[in-house]
């Protein structure tokens, strides 16, 4: 079982930057493939990106292709996603997850789950 604390979250304008970062504890994150899923005020936990343990792929929701990146820093043991050009509809508590297998958007392919953190972008 690895902990996962997230951080990074905040307010920001439409069109600006965040940048969420992961800190993982108990395990090393290149056991894992790692994913960041977001969950808005009622709606189901959403798949966001992916990256292996190994490798060090990566893929990602066709809603943020082209704005977001998920990188890794095995010697942190940290994951993070750097958010540009940010929407409204981006507004979400953004989650950090691990899981066994890579490739999955789905949330209960993940083991372990951080607490969460809001991110609001205003229009």
Known sequence: QVQLVESGG???????SLR????????????YA?????????KERQFV???SGSSGNTYYADSVKGR?????D??????????????PEDTAVYYCAASIYYGSYYPRAY?????????????
Do not use: E, H, Y
């Open 10 to 16: 905040g307010l920001v304008q439409a069109g600006g």
């Open 20 to 31: 969420l970062s992961c800190a993982a504890s108990g395990r090393t994150v290149s056991s």
């Open 34 to 42: 790692m994913g960041w899923f977001r969950q808005a005020p009622g």
């Open 49 to 51: 990106a992916g990256i």
């Open 68 to 72: 977001f990146t998920i990188s890794r």
């Open 74 to 87: 095995n010697a942190k043991n940290t994951v993070s996603l750097q958010m540009n050009s940010l929407k």
């Open 111 to 123: 083991n372990d789950w951080g607490q969460g953190t809001q991110v609001t972008v205003s229009s």
